[in-house]
């Protein structure tokens, strides 16, 4: 498969911090790719390299066959940024903003068309200041659209929106999705990696840990399911050492009176469960059930979870 | 999507890219970056106030306060009626005629600024307060007078030139002060708080990450300037010239000339000084330290000769000494373009040299 994006060995340290930490990373043409991790775990400083906006220390870029040091103007033409907390200017109306955006590019939509992209076209005359995090969003989405990119940076695309606002979102990136752009997103949002991301790369400490689909990555762990559940009284604890008995179950973590099981087949390990609370004399209060997710492949690679920090 | 057509899609949107695209004058980024910024400064009450109306209210203020009167007619009293004829001759004095006591009373209460009373053997005393400068004026007129009815002659003919025409009062020093100071703040201000606000928000990074040239961005910020130049000039000396008859004795292009080049110098500087600043407050407290000491020594409000000797080649080497020497010398003495050289030369200057070092310094990000 070609690639949109090849970057080997990339490094890049701050003065007490190794942000990056000798990355290798390639996107193909066409596909959506995530780049996942915790707060501080390099994700913007290796998006804002290959946007050509810090220099690495060292390592090489390639992107859609050209590099930094000698194509820039013709590279900055075909990328659409979307930048994390970015503030446009409130005194400026949407329509003014997007054509200010699209007079920098040699092609692409008109403003118009751009904001129509993003279902903005009631705000076009509105003030930049009134609109809402959502339609802000959507406006710096249309100003990563102007120039027609053949790959779009989506730095942290839904941090801090409501719900509906991120599902909004999302079904914008699917449209672009099947435009056939290859996008790079950065989350920390588990579920918004499985829903849009074709592979995803999980990030920490300035290192890929785990690189696949969602779907692989979830089977890597082993593990389909996941049961939480809280059970016993004061006065007589859980004997958990009985659970690891459990058929399918791959493992036990115990915290804060809550336990959590890792299993394979949802449906002979919780009445398994149920029995061998049943045959303890404890009871059951309180019983959760999920697919195992990307969150989960995070704290098994890392013994952390993703929204700790 | 299979890859040969992936591939083929993105060769023919390169060579859209690559076909040049008949636009308006109006879509290039250099006339958009400059419209924003255009509309963003009328979009602020508060810059319109300080840039417009501020410099107009202060004209308008100090034109009043130290506007030129006819000299004042003196009241003083005199005890006699001869006195009184004698001193009425000089007509800068208002006598009236009083018995003693009221006079006295007068005096003391200062109606009157001197009385005048006869002495023994044709003498005349005058009582007054010799720390109030218009007793002592009063002194030396009713004193001619009194001589001069009594026959003196004076041995040199004098005659008074009187100068009270436009180009010589205080509003006429003030309007290229104040127009200096204008075009000061202006660029300064207009400068850095756009540039250090563009950089807090994160704006400047989202536009440096577009294939805008980046000496574009902060060539909209002269060409703003330049626009807003028009307005800014126009108010103040429009306001000097109708409300006070203040004169532009120098060529207008000159003149026109003198601003442009005074407001690039500040603008420079303006960059220089919002060239790293991340946050409002540390910009404002390096333009104010910065336009401070010039506001205080450069003449805009008085001379900045009354200042020592020593103090003179430094005070002449700051920009905004420069610019307002240069505006007098064109508005009130007609000088020309030859005769601001040196001005022009300083400008020049910090021109040349504040913007090269805000080049290396910038911070883009």
Redesign the interface.
Known sequence: ??AALEVHNLRKAYRDVVAVDGLDLRVR??ECFGLLGPNGAGKTTTIEIC????AADSGEVEM?GMRWESDA?GL????G?Q?Q?????E??TVF??V?????????GPSAAEAIALVQLEEKQKARVGTLSGGQKQRLAMA?ALV??P?FLFLDEPTTGLDPQARRQLWDLIEEFKLA?RTILLTTHYMDEAERLCDRVAIMDHGKIIALGTPRELIASIGVEHVVEFSAGVASRALAVSALHEIEGVRDVKAENGSVQLQVTELHRAVPALLAELDRQGLPLTELRTHSASLEDVFVTLTGRRLRDE | ?S?VT??S??EA??A???T??PSAWT???L???TW?RF??FI??PEALFWVFIFPILLAAGLGIAFRNRPADVLKIAAITPQLAQSLRQEKLLDVSQLPTGAAEEALRTGKVALLAAPGPGGSVVYKYDDTNPEGRTARMLADRAVQRAAGRADPVTSTDQLMREPGSRYIDFLIPGLLGMNLMGSAIWGMGFAIVD?RR???M??L?????PRHYFLLSFVLSRLVLLVVEVGVVLGFGAVAFGVPIRGSILDLVLLCVLASMSFSALGLLLASRARTIEAVSGLMNSVMMPMWIVSGVFFSAQRFPDFAQPVIKALPLTAAIDALRLNMLQGASLRQVASQMGVLGLWLVVCFALALKLFRW?
């Open positions: 498969m070609a043409l066409g946007e050509g906006l810090i859609l103007g900055r033409q075909r990328l940024i930048l907390d970015t503030q446009l200017s005194k400026l003014e903003t054509r200010l955006f699209r007079s920098f590019y040699h092609a100003c120039g027609d053949d056939g | 999507m890859n992936a591939i899609d993105l949107k390169e859209a890219r690559k040049p695209r879509d290039h980024p006339a958009q970056l924003v509309l963003e979009r602020e563009a928000k994160k704006l990074k989202r440096v990450a577009t294939p805008m990000r």
